[in-house]
């Protein structure tokens, strides 16, 4: 043999032992015995020969490495070679300057396109609902590096503002979008006074209690929200007054075109569209003020920041308000789109996988939010088929991004102002905030 | 005016439990004079720092800021965040504190970020693109650029600021501090890790600042050339008390200061007192006559 083995054959064994043993713990219990309804209640099927392929498969693999990647001198090669990292690296930057015209153009005319029908269509509404809360969040967790769990509990907040209004004061939807937005705002800084002092893990914690408190409260006071059975018949969005209704002064009607149901979901399309846009527009603009550098400032160093003479509360205040805001302009939205809504739209899921949509993306980068949001949603419909595996293959698709970029699919920084030339900031060197 | 009191600290303790780290202090630093504070390690030099700066509050105590115009700043009774903004101290800190993942221009941009956001329109003027904010921007970078100029960081303006050497970082530090408009500038330790070509550019800086901005200077240092080298005042802590008080001459020949520093029994004294006279004299005394 032209190099001796690292590792001795009774190391190899015993680690190949514990392979096996924690395989069988795992795919025994969860592949293993399977239970089955019967007549007459529950019944276990062992599905043992499956669950020892996994295991087999599992160590035989491990024993294949072990042998030969794993056995080099130089360690175990990285998972991606390094010059196709650096020429990965290279074509994005290229690719990166036209990609966000390019997409937004795409999606101006995605409506008018041939192949668009009413499926895609709301699907794409969906994406853009959820890259509208990513680059929202994006202010709270990206910008400012406070951790947010909870941020599902401004979208219920405004959801139910626009609904109430409406139901009960016959607002229409855009006089309550900006009051929609203001309540998140209003509770966003509700949130913030008690998460002031804490930083890490206590932040976090905290955050997912308030988004599960506002979900029980919604979910309890029945005679003003609905409870469970939710609020129905919210009114659909008019074309500023004009309804999207067959025959007399419908839409359809006034423009002189035939009657269409898609009129309505092209609309709610644009309406989603210009609010993530605008979304976008006053985050990159807050980022160049004063305000968003002092919630970068604070992800960076809150003691920095002080002895600067930055008054840190109403810094984190401000961004806890302005995440909220946009998600409450979302979550007027989403009541309108769908025409009802209940608590079980604003479960703890919603906020994991707004936040896996921020963190995917890399936290800070707007275009980032955008390629996440589209791969996750997106993706969640592609695999509709597979619904058995579909958290399988997503999480494992996540674990693998993490492994190969470990701060988000756009890791780098943007400057905020530049003197000579603008340079990007390496991701290693940004902070990431409390309670990452 | 220089010369006049800047900060007075009266009688200004610290208990943390049982332990006493700053005991009945009392000094003032003047206008336009670079004082510093001296002492072995765990006298409690940091400690009076992070009370002026307003990051502890004291337990017994009074520190007075007067500023030219003779409005006085009681800074134990500020917020923290108060103290920069109004009664105008800035500081630096022992471990580095930059914003390390964003530029150094940008780092000198949030020191101003009061007078920037008051220019903003406390942002909505800002974001709907009315008022001054872009004269007021323009400005910044101006000041931001003296002050780049000065520290020779110039060339690293649009670099990320945890990329620079750790010379630099210290440097920047200083630059963000006095972007901050300071009348009191508070330096801990600015020559910890320098090199001593470093640390003499440092010297230079320090003096640049008390000649040409009229502000003073209140600085912790363990490296004497710095100390007696531009220092016009020196107090001496020892287990959180005064021991010492005056020009680094007297400082220098204090026999109390020598045994406390250097830990010694009274008899050796006069044997260490030796030594540091030909320290001094081997740095080409540097110190002011």
Known sequence: ?436 | MAGDTLLEVEHLTMRFGGLTAVDDLSFIARRGEITALIGPNGAGKTTVFNCITGFYKPTVGRITMHHEDGATFLLERLPDFQIPRQAKVARTFQNIRLFGGMTVLENLMIAQHNPLMRASGYTFGGVLGIGGYRAAERGAVELAKYWLEQTGLMARADDAAGDLPYGDQRRLEIARAMCTGPKLLCLDEPAAGLNPRESEDLNRLLLFIRRERGVGILLIEHDMSVVMGISDHIVVLDYGARIADGTPDQIRNDPKVIAAYLGVEDEEVEEVEHEIEETVAALGGEGPA
């Open chain 1, 1 to 436: 043999m032209a190099s001796k083995s690292l590792r001795s054959p009774r190391d190899i064994v015993t680690d190949l032992a514990v392979t096996a043993f924690l395989c069988l713990a795992i795919f025994g219990v969860m592949v293993g015995l399977r239970t089955a309804t019967v007549p007459g209640g529950l019944e276990l099927q062992p599905q043992w020969a499956s669950a020892l392929i996994l295991v087999a498969i599992a160590v035989g693999g491990r024993a294949v490495l072990l042998l030969t990647l794993w056995n080099r001198a130089e360690g175990a090669p990285p998972l991606m070679p390094a010059g196709l990292t650096r020429g990965w690296a290279a074509v994005m930057i290229k690719v990166g300057r036209v990609f966000s015209p390019v997409l937004l153009v795409f999606a101006l005319v995605l409506p008018f396109l041939p192949f668009t029908d009413r499926y895609i269509l709301d699907l794409s509404i969906l994406v853009l609902t959820y890259v509208m809360l990513g680059w929202g969040l994006n202010i709270v967790v990206g910008l400012a590096g406070l951790l947010d769990l909870g941020y599902v509990a401004f979208y219920a907040v405004g959801a139910y503002s626009y609904a109430l209004l409406a139901l009960n004061f016959g607002w229409s939807f855009w006089l309550s979008l900006p009051v929609a937005g203001i309540l998140a705002a209003f509770w966003g800084i509700i949130l913030g006074f008690p998460v002031l002092r804490l930083r890490g893990d206590y932040l976090a914690i905290v955050t997912l209690a308030f988004g599960e408190i506002i979900r029980v409260v919604l979910l309890n006071w029945y005679w003003f929200t609905g409870g469970p059975d939710g609020l129905s018949g919210i009114p659909r969005p008019s074309f500023f007054g004009i309804e999207f209704k067959r025959g007399e002064g419908g839409f359809a009607d006034v423009f002189g075109l035939d009657f269409s149901s898609m009129h309505r979901i092209v609309f709610l399309y644009f309406l989603i569209l210009a609010l993530a846009l605008l979304t976008n527009f006053v985050t990159m603009r807050l980022r160049r003020l004063p305000i968003g550098r002092a919630w970068e400032a604070l992800r960076e160093d809150e003691i920095a920041c002080r002895s600067l003479g930055l008054n840190t509360t109403s810094v984190k205040l401000t961004a806890f308000a302005t995440g909220a805001m946009f998600a409450g302009f979302a979550g007027a939205f989403f009541a309108t789109r769908q025409g009802f809504i209940s608590p079980e739209s604003f479960t703890f899921i919603e906020s994991a996988l707004i936040l896996a949509i921020v963190v995917l993306g890399g936290m800070g980068s707007q275009i980032g939010v955008v390629i996440a949001a589209v791969a996750l949603i997106g993706g969640f419909e592609v695999f509709r088929e597979a619904e058995d595996y579909r958290m399988l293959i997503f999480g494992a698709a996540m674990v693998l991004i993490m492994i190969w970029r470990p701060r988000g699919l756009i890791a780098t920084r943007e400057p905020s102002i530049f003197l000579r030339e603008k340079k990007s900031v390496s991701g290693s060197l940004v902070a990431q905030g409390e309670g990452h």
